[in-house]
């Protein structure tokens, strides 16, 4: 039996955990488009605000570590482009080369969080100071983005955890 997983973070690495504490014998995939599994959400803003030093603090675990506690494959970068439910086909593609594979599952499982809300007319993507806060890429970005510009001001629109 396959089991892939489209997501990972809290929910998508959960569920594989689980998986494989349920079955030994099940081949376990995730597929993720960011760069990162694992990581502490509610620490970006700490990170941003300078007391958290290092972003790395915030990624516990990576899919080398995930591989060799749980036997689960996990493909960072790569997003499923279509999902071929009576086939149980996924075509997948690698956002680093390009690359676009097929692969089959038995059970799938989605578990791909949430999508921010941009309001206009920041949602146009013309502005290269408008961030979203929702994952450590977007920290990295935000990171680069102070070290060079040295913004005196930021304005936040929206609140969560």
């Not at 086909?89 to 989605?110: A, C, M, N, P, R």
Request: charged residues 25%; glycine residues 6%.
């Amino acid at each position: 039996m396959k089991i892939s997983v489209i997501g990972s973070v809290a929910s998508g690495t959960s569920v594989a955990a689980k998986a494989r504490r349920n079955t030994e014998e099940a081949e376990i995939v995730v597929y993720d488009q960011g760069k990162d599994i694992s990581y502490s959400v509610c620490g970006i803003p700490y990170q941003i605000g300078g007391e958290v030093e290092n972003l790395d603090v915030l990624t516990p675990r990576n899919a080398e570590w995930f591989k060799k506690r749980y036997e689960v494959d996990i493909f960072t970068e790569h997003r499923v482009s279509k999902i071929n439910h009576e086939k149980k086909t996924l075509e997948v593609q690698d956002l680093v080369s390009g690359e676009i594979k097929e692969d089959h599952y038995d059970v799938l499982v989605f578990a791909t969080g949430a999508s921010p809300f941009t309001p206009p007319p920041f949602n146009q993507k013309q502005y290269d100071n408008a961030f979203q806060v929702r994952n450590i890429q977007d920290a990295r970005d935000i990171e680069v983005f102070t070290a060079i510009e040295q913004p005196k001001k930021a304005l936040i629109i929206g609140a969560g955890f």
